[in-house]
């Protein structure tokens, strides 16, 4: 408890100079800086090699410290109390007099905002007095990290400091829902579309556009840098072979998310074999077809952008 302590006040002192620190979130790590700062952001989009054009997820600690940035609605006041601290993101509309750097916004009037509830992440915030902007802690459209080993491997000594939080609880970034207007989902992640269909007592639209409005949108994404082939039931014999249920015959090639056709326990695993694929110096990839429910569905938008060509 005490070391945790350090860290979080480390972490803190790097921020406040508008430096970057790793941070660990329930979903996976993020890249975080000064959400108003012009320098701090700056310093995200290099370190990542992102494209500016691609807006920044922004961190909060309580709905309080939002309402000096964003607009808020009873949408938002529904879904808030239900999930949040949670792996759901929310676009709202920014206000005028927010402090918000338009590095993360590509200036435009709306903001992606999130609740954390990861535990050292939750008494970091609380600790300063500005949000975190906070991508994921890899470099773009490559595969995100649910542990510090992951986040070390993608940056080595680049960035100041990695708040050790242990492996992510749910693996799989946030789901994006817009409330300006018409509630819409924009991405699929680690709040299931169902429990938020469950709130509205409707079916939520999935909109998946083409240009980027919000972060995670790139067609390529979440990417190990090699093929993917998907909906596989038989692999050639150099690739690497993704499961969802164990096999009678197993070989060192297959690779499972889960054993069980579990889809929770699946997502959280993902990232992790993908890497673990990669490291193991494999050239492509075989994927047996995941279920597309509930987590199957953010599962296999993930496959799909990471084997985009």
Request: aromatic residues 8%; glycine residues 4%; contains cysteine.
């Amino acid at each position: 408890m005490k070391n945790n302590l350090s860290n979080i006040k480390k972490s803190k002192y790097y921020l406040d100079k508008n430096e970057c620190v790793a941070i660990p979130t329930e979903t996976v790590y993020g890249l975080a800086g000064n959400a108003y700062s012009n320098k701090a952001t700056s310093k995200i989009f290099k370190l990542k090699k992102r494209h500016k054009k691609n807006p920044l997820i922004v961190h909060y600690d309580s709905f309080e410290t939002l309402k000096k940035d964003c607009y808020t609605n009873n949408h938002f006041y529904k879904l808030y109390k239900k999930f949040c601290p949670g792996p759901i993101t929310f676009v709202l509309k920014l206000k005028k007099d927010s402090k918000i750097s338009k590095n993360v916004t590509n200036n435009k009037n709306t903001l992606a905002v999130r609740f954390p509830s990861h535990p050292l992440t939750k008494k970091l915030l609380k600790l300063l007095n500005y949000p975190l902007a906070a991508p994921s802690a890899n470099i773009s459209t490559k595969i995100s990290p649910v542990s510090i080993e992951d986040v070390m491997e993608e940056f080595g000594n680049k960035i100041k400091f990695i708040l050790n939080g242990g492996r992510c609880k749910i693996g799989l970034e946030s789901t994006i829902i817009s409330l300006v207007g018409r509630p819409k989902i924009l991405r699929l992640g680690g709040m299931e579309k169902s429990r938020i269909n469950y709130i509205f007592k409707k079916n939520v639209q999935y909109n998946k556009i083409d240009r980027i409005t919000v972060p995670g949108q790139s067609n390529l994404h979440y990417s190990p840098g090699i093929p993917i082939r998907l909906n596989i039931l038989k692999p050639k014999l150099s690739e690497a072979f993704i499961l969802i249920k164990k096999r009678k015959k197993t070989s060192k090639s297959h690779y499972y998310l889960s054993k069980t056709k579990n889809l929770k326990e699946a997502a959280r695993n993902l990232y992790k074999i993908l890497r673990k694929i990669k490291n193991d110096n494999y050239k492509s990839i075989a994927v047996e077809k995941i279920p597309n429910i509930g987590f199957g569905e953010a599962i296999n938008d993930r496959l799909k952008r990471a084997s985009t060509k």
